[in-house]
Protein backbone atom coordinates (compact mmCIF):
# COMPACT_ATOMS: atom_id res chain seq x y z
CA UNK A 1 0.00 0.00 0.00
CA UNK A 2 1.20 3.73 -1.13
CA UNK A 3 2.00 6.19 2.23
CA UNK A 4 3.13 9.09 -0.16
CA UNK A 5 -0.18 11.26 1.09
CA UNK A 6 0.55 10.83 4.65
CA UNK A 7 3.20 13.00 6.48
CA UNK A 8 2.84 10.35 9.75
CA UNK A 9 4.33 7.84 8.11
CA UNK A 10 7.55 6.01 8.19
CA UNK A 11 9.47 4.16 5.70
CA UNK A 12 10.23 1.47 4.98
CA UNK A 13 7.59 -0.89 7.16
CA UNK A 14 9.22 -4.41 8.56
CA UNK A 15 6.97 -7.39 8.99
CA UNK A 16 3.57 -6.71 10.98
CA UNK A 17 2.64 -8.46 14.44
CA UNK A 18 -1.14 -7.88 15.74
CA UNK A 19 -1.18 -6.06 18.96
CA UNK A 20 -5.05 -6.21 19.52
CA UNK A 21 -7.69 -7.96 17.77
CA UNK A 22 -11.34 -8.65 18.41
CA UNK A 23 -13.32 -11.11 16.52
CA UNK A 24 -15.97 -9.63 14.27
CA UNK A 25 -19.70 -10.70 14.56
CA UNK A 26 -23.15 -9.86 13.40
CA UNK A 27 -24.78 -6.58 14.17
CA UNK A 28 -27.28 -7.85 16.92
CA UNK A 29 -29.18 -7.03 20.31
CA UNK A 30 -26.29 -7.78 23.37
CA UNK A 31 -26.50 -7.84 26.76
CA UNK A 32 -26.15 -3.83 26.96
CA UNK A 33 -27.02 -1.97 24.73
CA UNK A 34 -24.90 -1.31 21.33
CA UNK A 35 -25.20 0.57 18.39
CA UNK A 36 -24.61 -2.00 15.67
CA UNK A 37 -27.88 -2.69 14.21
CA UNK A 38 -28.98 1.56 13.70
CA UNK A 39 -25.26 2.08 12.13
CA UNK A 40 -24.22 5.68 12.00
CA UNK A 41 -24.59 8.47 9.97
CA UNK A 42 -22.39 11.72 9.76
CA UNK A 43 -21.11 10.65 13.06
CA UNK A 44 -17.37 9.98 14.66
CA UNK A 45 -16.90 7.19 16.56
CA UNK A 46 -13.43 7.06 19.10
CA UNK A 47 -12.59 3.49 20.33
CA UNK A 48 -9.96 2.87 23.16
CA UNK A 49 -8.12 -0.49 22.91
CA UNK A 50 -4.65 -1.70 24.70
CA UNK A 51 -2.16 -3.10 22.71
CA UNK A 52 -0.01 -6.05 23.73
CA UNK A 53 3.52 -5.11 22.20
CA UNK A 54 5.64 -2.36 21.31
CA UNK A 55 6.46 -0.82 17.73
CA UNK A 56 7.29 2.38 16.20
CA UNK A 57 4.62 2.07 13.52
CA UNK A 58 0.91 1.28 13.68
CA UNK A 59 -1.96 0.46 11.30
CA UNK A 60 -5.07 -0.64 11.72
CA UNK A 61 -7.30 -3.18 10.01
CA UNK A 62 -11.42 -2.69 9.42
CA UNK A 63 -13.79 -5.77 8.71
CA UNK A 64 -16.88 -5.15 7.16
CA UNK A 65 -17.57 -8.93 7.43
CA UNK A 66 -21.47 -9.12 7.46
CA UNK A 67 -22.25 -5.69 5.68
CA UNK A 68 -24.68 -6.27 3.14
CA UNK A 69 -23.24 -2.47 0.53
CA UNK A 70 -20.27 -0.95 0.53
CA UNK A 71 -18.94 1.08 3.59
CA UNK A 72 -17.39 4.36 3.28
CA UNK A 73 -14.98 5.19 6.05
CA UNK A 74 -14.34 8.99 5.60
CA UNK A 75 -11.53 9.41 7.62
CA UNK A 76 -9.67 7.62 10.23
CA UNK A 77 -7.07 8.45 13.29
CA UNK A 78 -5.46 6.76 15.71
CA UNK A 79 -3.37 8.99 18.53
CA UNK A 80 -2.57 7.92 21.80
CA UNK A 81 -5.10 7.28 24.72
CA UNK A 82 -5.31 10.18 27.80
CA UNK A 83 -8.40 8.56 29.41
CA UNK A 84 -11.81 8.69 28.86
CA UNK A 85 -12.65 9.72 25.08
CA UNK A 86 -9.44 11.97 25.51
CA UNK A 87 -5.99 11.69 23.61
CA UNK A 88 -2.15 13.14 24.02
CA UNK A 89 -1.45 16.48 22.98
CA UNK A 90 0.25 15.88 19.73
CA UNK A 91 -0.19 12.32 19.45
CA UNK A 92 -2.76 12.41 16.51
CA UNK A 93 -1.96 11.05 13.23
CA UNK A 94 -4.10 10.84 10.06
CA UNK A 95 -4.30 7.03 8.49
CA UNK A 96 -4.42 6.60 4.61
CA UNK A 97 -5.38 3.93 2.97
CA UNK A 98 -3.47 3.30 -0.41
CA UNK A 99 -2.46 6.98 0.01
CA UNK A 100 -5.95 7.99 0.59
CA UNK A 101 -7.95 9.33 3.78
CA UNK A 102 -11.25 7.78 2.67
CA UNK A 103 -11.44 4.26 1.92
CA UNK A 104 -14.68 2.28 0.37
CA UNK A 105 -14.68 -1.62 1.84
CA UNK A 106 -17.06 -4.01 -0.06
CA UNK A 107 -19.31 -6.17 1.76
CA UNK A 108 -18.33 -8.69 3.07
CA UNK A 109 -14.45 -7.18 2.79
CA UNK A 110 -12.20 -5.56 4.87
CA UNK A 111 -9.21 -3.21 4.73
CA UNK A 112 -5.78 -1.99 6.28
CA UNK A 113 -5.03 1.53 6.82
CA UNK A 114 -1.02 2.03 5.42
CA UNK A 115 1.72 2.55 7.90
CA UNK A 116 1.52 5.60 10.34
CA UNK A 117 4.91 6.83 12.73
CA UNK A 118 3.35 6.17 16.09
CA UNK A 119 5.84 4.31 18.66
CA UNK A 120 4.13 2.55 21.22
CA UNK A 121 4.70 0.64 24.52
CA UNK A 122 3.80 -2.44 25.22
CA UNK A 123 0.37 -1.96 27.37
CA UNK A 124 -0.15 1.56 25.99
CA UNK A 125 -3.99 2.23 25.15
CA UNK A 126 -4.20 4.10 21.83
CA UNK A 127 -7.43 5.41 20.51
CA UNK A 128 -8.71 4.79 16.47
CA UNK A 129 -11.43 7.22 15.81
CA UNK A 130 -13.37 6.51 12.10
CA UNK A 131 -15.65 9.03 11.19
CA UNK A 132 -19.02 8.32 8.75
CA UNK A 133 -20.42 10.85 6.49
CA UNK A 134 -22.82 8.78 4.86
CA UNK A 135 -25.09 6.03 6.33
CA UNK A 136 -23.49 2.87 7.05
CA UNK A 137 -26.07 0.58 8.31
CA UNK A 138 -25.80 -2.17 10.26
CA UNK A 139 -22.15 -2.06 11.37
CA UNK A 140 -19.89 -5.26 11.83
CA UNK A 141 -19.57 -5.21 15.92
CA UNK A 142 -17.71 -6.85 18.61
CA UNK A 143 -20.33 -6.68 21.78
CA UNK A 144 -18.49 -7.20 24.70
CA UNK A 145 -15.55 -4.86 24.79
CA UNK A 146 -15.44 -4.48 28.80
CA UNK A 147 -13.98 -0.99 27.93
CA UNK A 148 -15.86 2.28 26.86
CA UNK A 149 -16.63 3.00 23.35
CA UNK A 150 -17.52 7.06 22.39
CA UNK A 151 -19.54 8.49 20.03
CA UNK A 152 -19.95 12.09 18.15
CA UNK A 153 -21.99 14.06 16.29
CA UNK A 154 -20.06 15.34 13.13
CA UNK A 155 -16.49 14.67 12.47
CA UNK A 156 -14.88 14.94 15.90
CA UNK A 157 -11.24 12.97 14.28
CA UNK A 158 -8.76 15.27 15.64
CA UNK A 159 -10.73 15.97 18.73
CA UNK A 160 -8.07 16.08 21.33
CA UNK A 161 -10.44 16.94 24.88
CA UNK A 162 -12.69 14.34 23.38
CA UNK A 163 -15.33 16.87 24.80
CA UNK A 164 -17.75 16.29 21.30
CA UNK A 165 -18.10 12.52 22.39
CA UNK A 166 -21.16 12.46 24.49
CA UNK A 167 -22.55 8.80 23.80
CA UNK A 168 -20.39 5.42 25.14
CA UNK A 169 -21.26 1.83 24.84
CA UNK A 170 -19.13 -1.37 25.71
CA UNK A 171 -19.05 -2.57 22.26
CA UNK A 172 -16.02 -2.34 19.30
CA UNK A 173 -17.29 -0.99 15.86
CA UNK A 174 -15.64 -2.34 12.73
CA UNK A 175 -12.36 -2.18 14.25
CA UNK A 176 -10.84 -5.89 14.06
CA UNK A 177 -6.90 -5.46 14.79
CA UNK A 178 -4.41 -3.08 15.34
CA UNK A 179 -0.82 -3.97 14.21
CA UNK A 180 2.56 -2.63 15.16
CA UNK A 181 5.90 -3.51 13.77
CA UNK A 182 9.69 -1.95 14.67
CA UNK A 183 9.31 -3.19 17.99
CA UNK A 184 11.09 -5.74 20.14
CA UNK A 185 9.67 -9.16 21.42
CA UNK A 186 7.38 -10.29 18.68
CA UNK A 187 10.12 -12.96 17.18
CA UNK A 188 8.89 -15.82 18.97
CA UNK A 189 4.94 -14.86 17.72
CA UNK A 190 1.83 -13.52 19.20
CA UNK A 191 -0.28 -15.90 21.31
CA UNK A 192 -3.83 -15.84 20.57
CA UNK A 193 -6.55 -16.93 22.89
CA UNK A 194 -9.48 -18.14 21.39
CA UNK A 195 -13.18 -18.88 23.20
CA UNK A 196 -16.27 -17.99 24.02
CA UNK A 197 -16.98 -15.73 27.21
CA UNK A 198 -14.31 -16.12 29.47
CA UNK A 199 -11.64 -15.80 27.17
CA UNK A 200 -13.59 -12.54 26.26
CA UNK A 201 -13.56 -11.02 29.76
CA UNK A 202 -16.96 -11.27 31.33
CA UNK A 203 -16.56 -11.40 35.31
CA UNK A 204 -13.74 -8.72 34.98
CA UNK A 205 -13.50 -5.04 35.78
CA UNK A 206 -14.79 -3.55 33.26
CA UNK A 207 -12.60 -0.43 31.85
CA UNK A 208 -9.93 -2.27 33.86
CA UNK A 209 -8.52 -4.17 31.34
CA UNK A 210 -8.20 -7.18 33.51
CA UNK A 211 -9.73 -10.11 31.28
CA UNK A 212 -7.59 -13.37 30.94
CA UNK A 213 -5.58 -11.68 27.59
CA UNK A 214 -4.59 -9.04 29.78
CA UNK A 215 -3.43 -10.95 32.70
CA UNK A 216 -1.62 -13.05 30.49
CA UNK A 217 0.16 -10.05 28.35
CA UNK A 218 1.60 -8.62 31.53
CA UNK A 219 3.86 -12.13 32.46
CA UNK A 220 5.09 -12.71 28.89
CA UNK A 221 7.27 -11.08 26.35
CA UNK A 222 5.24 -12.01 23.51
CA UNK A 223 1.77 -10.24 22.03
CA UNK A 224 -1.19 -11.35 23.12
CA UNK A 225 -4.37 -11.57 21.20
CA UNK A 226 -8.16 -12.06 22.37
CA UNK A 227 -10.39 -14.28 19.97
CA UNK A 228 -12.98 -14.66 22.43
CA UNK A 229 -16.99 -14.01 21.64
CA UNK A 230 -18.96 -13.92 24.70
CA UNK A 231 -21.42 -17.29 23.93
CA UNK A 232 -20.04 -18.53 20.82
CA UNK A 233 -19.96 -22.30 20.01
CA UNK A 234 -17.73 -24.89 19.07
CA UNK A 235 -20.21 -26.54 16.68
CA UNK A 236 -23.31 -24.41 16.07
CA UNK A 237 -23.32 -20.77 14.80
CA UNK A 238 -25.50 -18.63 17.10
CA UNK A 239 -27.25 -15.22 15.84
CA UNK A 240 -25.94 -13.48 18.83
CA UNK A 241 -22.95 -15.05 19.42
CA UNK A 242 -21.07 -15.32 16.81
CA UNK A 243 -20.34 -18.32 13.99
CA UNK A 244 -19.21 -21.67 15.24
CA UNK A 245 -15.87 -22.03 16.31
CA UNK A 246 -14.48 -24.47 13.95
CA UNK A 247 -15.93 -21.96 11.09
CA UNK A 248 -14.36 -18.87 12.56
CA UNK A 249 -11.03 -19.96 13.90
CA UNK A 250 -9.25 -19.28 10.68
CA UNK A 251 -10.28 -15.51 10.49
CA UNK A 252 -10.24 -14.79 14.12
CA UNK A 253 -6.97 -16.54 15.06
CA UNK A 254 -4.90 -18.32 12.00
CA UNK A 255 -5.14 -15.02 9.92
CA UNK A 256 -3.76 -12.52 12.40
CA UNK A 257 -0.56 -11.19 11.43
CA UNK A 258 2.31 -12.52 13.46
CA UNK A 259 0.34 -15.15 15.19
CA UNK A 260 2.64 -18.43 16.18
CA UNK A 261 0.10 -20.49 19.05
CA UNK A 262 -2.93 -20.80 19.76
CA UNK A 263 -4.97 -21.26 22.76
CA UNK A 264 -8.18 -22.98 23.00
CA UNK A 265 -10.89 -22.98 25.85
CA UNK A 266 -14.11 -23.77 24.20
CA UNK A 267 -17.03 -25.84 24.99
CA UNK A 268 -19.05 -24.83 27.98
CA UNK A 269 -21.64 -22.98 26.12
CA UNK A 270 -21.99 -26.29 23.88
CA UNK A 271 -22.70 -28.54 26.80
CA UNK A 272 -24.52 -25.89 29.35
CA UNK A 273 -26.93 -24.39 26.71
CA UNK A 274 -28.72 -27.35 26.12
CA UNK A 275 -28.67 -28.00 30.63
CA UNK A 276 -29.78 -24.59 31.00
CA UNK A 277 -33.31 -25.23 28.55
CA UNK A 278 -33.79 -28.04 30.06
CA UNK A 279 -34.24 -26.02 33.60
CA UNK A 280 -36.42 -23.62 32.18
CA UNK A 281 -34.01 -20.82 31.30
CA UNK A 282 -36.16 -20.32 28.12
CA UNK A 283 -34.13 -16.86 26.99
CA UNK A 284 -32.89 -16.40 23.37
CA UNK A 285 -29.34 -16.23 24.45
CA UNK A 286 -29.48 -20.13 24.70
CA UNK A 287 -29.76 -21.16 21.20
CA UNK A 288 -29.28 -22.92 19.13
CA UNK A 289 -29.22 -25.78 22.12
CA UNK A 290 -28.85 -29.36 20.64
CA UNK A 291 -27.47 -31.93 23.25
CA UNK A 292 -23.59 -32.26 22.16
CA UNK A 293 -21.92 -35.47 23.85
CA UNK A 294 -18.45 -35.44 24.26
CA UNK A 295 -17.77 -36.92 21.22
CA UNK A 296 -18.73 -34.61 19.45
CA UNK A 297 -17.65 -32.24 21.11
CA UNK A 298 -14.09 -33.60 21.17
CA UNK A 299 -14.50 -33.98 17.11
CA UNK A 300 -14.81 -29.95 17.05
CA UNK A 301 -11.15 -29.71 18.67
CA UNK A 302 -10.24 -32.29 16.50
CA UNK A 303 -10.96 -30.25 13.60
CA UNK A 304 -9.81 -26.71 15.60
CA UNK A 305 -6.03 -28.72 15.81
CA UNK A 306 -6.37 -30.02 12.25
CA UNK A 307 -6.65 -26.20 10.78
CA UNK A 308 -3.62 -24.96 13.46
CA UNK A 309 -1.14 -27.58 12.20
CA UNK A 310 -2.10 -26.77 8.74
CA UNK A 311 -0.67 -23.22 9.23
CA UNK A 312 2.12 -24.19 11.25
CA UNK A 313 0.62 -22.76 14.38
CA UNK A 314 1.40 -24.45 17.52
CA UNK A 315 -1.74 -25.55 19.64
CA UNK A 316 -2.51 -25.45 23.50
CA UNK A 317 -5.78 -26.97 24.66
CA UNK A 318 -6.81 -25.89 28.01
CA UNK A 319 -9.17 -27.81 30.24
CA UNK A 320 -12.69 -26.55 30.75
CA UNK A 321 -13.13 -24.70 34.28
CA UNK A 322 -15.45 -26.19 36.66
CA UNK A 323 -19.43 -24.88 36.64
CA UNK A 324 -21.37 -26.57 39.12
CA UNK A 325 -23.40 -24.59 40.42
CA UNK A 326 -24.41 -22.02 37.03
CA UNK A 327 -27.23 -22.49 35.29
CA UNK A 328 -25.10 -24.25 32.62
CA UNK A 329 -24.60 -27.71 35.33
CA UNK A 330 -26.38 -30.74 35.62
CA UNK A 331 -25.62 -34.26 36.41
CA UNK A 332 -25.37 -34.45 31.86
CA UNK A 333 -23.68 -31.72 31.50
CA UNK A 334 -20.82 -32.82 34.67
CA UNK A 335 -20.39 -36.13 32.46
CA UNK A 336 -19.23 -34.63 29.61
CA UNK A 337 -17.10 -31.59 31.06
CA UNK A 338 -15.26 -34.62 32.73
CA UNK A 339 -14.90 -36.37 29.73
CA UNK A 340 -13.53 -33.76 27.74
CA UNK A 341 -11.07 -32.60 30.51
CA UNK A 342 -9.90 -36.08 30.30
CA UNK A 343 -9.13 -36.12 27.22
CA UNK A 344 -7.23 -32.39 26.54
CA UNK A 345 -5.38 -33.88 29.44
CA UNK A 346 -4.77 -37.60 28.37
CA UNK A 347 -4.84 -37.90 24.86
CA UNK A 348 -1.70 -36.07 22.96
CA UNK A 349 -3.64 -34.44 20.61
CA UNK A 350 -3.09 -30.89 21.33
CA UNK A 351 0.61 -29.46 21.39
CA UNK A 352 0.19 -29.50 25.18
CA UNK A 353 -2.33 -28.31 27.69
CA UNK A 354 -2.99 -26.40 30.18
CA UNK A 355 -4.86 -27.59 33.33
CA UNK A 356 -7.60 -24.42 34.27
CA UNK A 357 -9.90 -26.74 35.97
CA UNK A 358 -7.75 -28.15 37.93
CA UNK A 359 -6.28 -24.46 38.88
CA UNK A 360 -9.31 -23.03 39.84
CA UNK A 361 -11.53 -25.95 41.49
CA UNK A 362 -12.50 -25.34 44.71
CA UNK A 363 -11.07 -27.94 47.69
CA UNK A 364 -13.16 -30.17 48.08
CA UNK A 365 -15.33 -30.07 45.58
CA UNK A 366 -13.38 -29.44 42.41
CA UNK A 367 -16.25 -29.37 40.22
CA UNK A 368 -16.69 -25.94 41.48
CA UNK A 369 -14.84 -22.89 40.61
CA UNK A 370 -13.24 -21.41 44.13
CA UNK A 371 -14.59 -18.44 45.92
CA UNK A 372 -11.96 -16.68 45.60
CA UNK A 373 -11.73 -16.94 41.91
CA UNK A 374 -16.18 -16.16 41.10
CA UNK A 375 -17.25 -13.58 40.00
CA UNK A 376 -20.37 -14.28 41.29
CA UNK A 377 -22.31 -17.03 38.89
CA UNK A 378 -20.45 -19.83 39.52
CA UNK A 379 -19.07 -19.96 35.55
CA UNK A 380 -16.81 -16.70 34.85
CA UNK A 381 -13.92 -16.40 36.78
CA UNK A 382 -13.72 -12.75 38.21
CA UNK A 383 -10.31 -10.37 38.05
CA UNK A 384 -8.12 -12.79 40.21
CA UNK A 385 -9.61 -16.03 38.04
CA UNK A 386 -8.21 -14.73 34.93
CA UNK A 387 -4.71 -13.53 36.86
CA UNK A 388 -4.69 -17.19 38.09
CA UNK A 389 -5.58 -18.52 34.65
CA UNK A 390 -2.55 -16.43 32.94
CA UNK A 391 -0.03 -17.60 35.73
CA UNK A 392 -0.66 -21.33 35.03
CA UNK A 393 -0.61 -20.47 30.97
CA UNK A 394 1.78 -18.65 31.05
CA UNK A 395 4.02 -21.99 32.87
CA UNK A 396 2.55 -24.06 29.23
CA UNK A 397 4.16 -21.13 26.58
Known amino acids: MSNLSNPDVSHPVGSWVAAWIAAPQLPSTGFTPNWSQQGFTRQSVRQVVRVSAPGQDVRIR ?19 SAGGAAVAPGSVRRLTFDGARSVEIPARGGAASDAARLPLAKGESVTVTLYFEGTTGPATFHAQGFTDTYRAE ?84 SAWYGERGTARFARDVLDQPGVATAVVLQGLNDIGFSEAHAQGYDRPTFHPAPVVDARQLVEGHRELIRQARARGVRVVGATLLPLKGSDHWGPRAAGVVAEVNRWIRTSGEYDAYVDLDKALGAKGDPARIAGRYDSGDALHPNDAGYVRMAEELAEVL
Open 62 to 80: LSHAYGTAPLRITGATVAR
Open 154 to 237: GDALDSVSGAEFLDRTESWYYLSGVDVSGGPGADAGAVALFGDSITDGFGSTPGADRRWSDALAERVARPVLNAGIGGNLVLND
